[in-house]
């Protein structure tokens, strides 16, 4: 017997299987994507034309996946008209699918200097910075998503913060190469596709970022981003923003 | 003497204010972010720190508005729960001002190099690309929130099917300033510094095109990103894809 409890309650169920459904698509596509970091920085560092080739191919699905999951959320909106925590979920995986499908983006341009450096001739340097950068973007991308998956604040809030580790280590680098060349002018072209993969890897970081702020907007409601470390530290920890500073949270210009 | 009809109508008034009025603050958000790629370019050129540093405190408006928009969009998907039209208008806004966003912070990178570059000295190379191409992606962000105040199709596409011509201009320039290095490699630090803000300027060419195809999803329904250049116009001319062909649109690889 249907009566209107059992309906409500149905109707509500099938709600939650379309949102739960929705953000599972968005895990698996944040998945393929962690993926496709991974594989155009090993193509890069071991000179592998042909993952490089793969990595370029399998970017069209990735493109698929932004499209559907957008469909996804447009059909939610139009047809549940979501409200509250239901609302801030679809807003943060519509606006995450973007952040994806552009770490995606950068993953292509990445694989694209691979196959530059497998016709022109190895980099004589920047592979080791390429290999560190490389690990620590794809562990945020993936703590990015764990996040998402898990509704967990503290750890968005962390990949938040470590995005500056990145900024920092990707100048560095930048410095070392950019003397690099200027003793070996012959290398300049080979050495600038390892920049511009390099700085693919640090976009990928800010993309992480953005996901983990969109997280920590729909665990808590609050707009955290252009806020600064400090104040989001102290928005997720719920303390004020001197305790923040007393717990020595690293520092910041919000130069990036 | 308030009936239902005059309060229907009169609630029906007060979403479409509402609608009228966030459409508004997008595009005042996007003259804003106009004014900030102009000045950039200006302040690189003419070696303008002041300007840069102008150029830079800005920003922080900018990012103020993207909030701001944000907030009336949530507001008005979980008040009015719009549908149709409504729905892909909001859509629409609230994916335009992340890439508006993302053109303000490109701009400041823009006016960071020339900071840079008023410490360093001038590049001895590079600026006639970057006024050129500079005013090229000027009048496509333009253009693309013209195409978005009136709803216009045609204009969009033309501002997406541009993005090519910059894509190319950018990769000559490129390989130009390449070469320049490579005979003097003293001058290594300031030229990249000029690669910099174009590759910026190449960016903000994307960022423009997205808003361009937003307008599109929003006044024909249809979703054209990542569909090709061919495909798109087809679409937006409500035309069959050899017709297209056949209209000598510019081939793309669409390898961007």
């Avoid at 022109?120 to 562990?139: C, F, K, L, T």
């Avoid at 596709?193 to 700085?199: C, F």
Wanted: proline share 2%; net charge negative.
């Amino acid at each position: 017997m249907i009566n209107k409890e059992s309906l409500t309650h149905h109707i509500s169920q099938q709600f939650n299987a379309e949102l739960e459904e929705v953000r599972s698509h968005l895990l698996a596509m944040g998945g393929l994507v962690e993926k496709q970091v991974n594989d155009a920085v090993t193509a890069l560092i071991e000179a592998d034309s042909g993952l490089a080739q793969q990595v370029r191919e399998v970017d069209e699905q990735i493109n698929q996946m932004e499209r559907n999951i957008d469909e996804e959320c447009v059909r939610i909106l139009a047809r549940r008209q979501p409200a509250a925590s239901d609302l801030r979920l679809i807003i943060s995986i519509s606006k995450s699918v973007i952040d994806l499908e552009r770490i995606g983006d950068e993953a292509t341009k990445i694989a694209r200097r691979a196959i530059q450096l497998c016709e022109e001739g190895e980099s004589p340097r920047g592979y080791v910075e390429v290999r560190h950068i490389g690990d620590q973007v794809r562990n945020m991308v993936r703590d990015a998503l764990d996040a998402f998956a898990r509704f967990d604040a503290d750890l968005a809030l962390s990949v938040a913060q470590y995005d500056k580790t990145i900024d920092r280590e990707y100048k560095t680098a930048l410095r070392e190469l950019v003397t690099y060349m200027m003793e070996d002018p012959r290398s300049i072209s080979r050495v600038l596709s390892v920049i511009w993969a390099l700085r693919s890897l640090e976009r990928i970081g800010d993309h992480a970022r953005n996901i983990s702020e969109l997280v920590i907007y729909l665990v808590r409601g609050t707009d955290v981003r252009h806020m600064g470390l400090k104040r989001m530290t102290a928005e997720v920890q719920g303390t004020a923003v001197a305790d923040a500073e007393k717990a020595n949270v690293p520092g910041e210009s919000d130069d990036k």
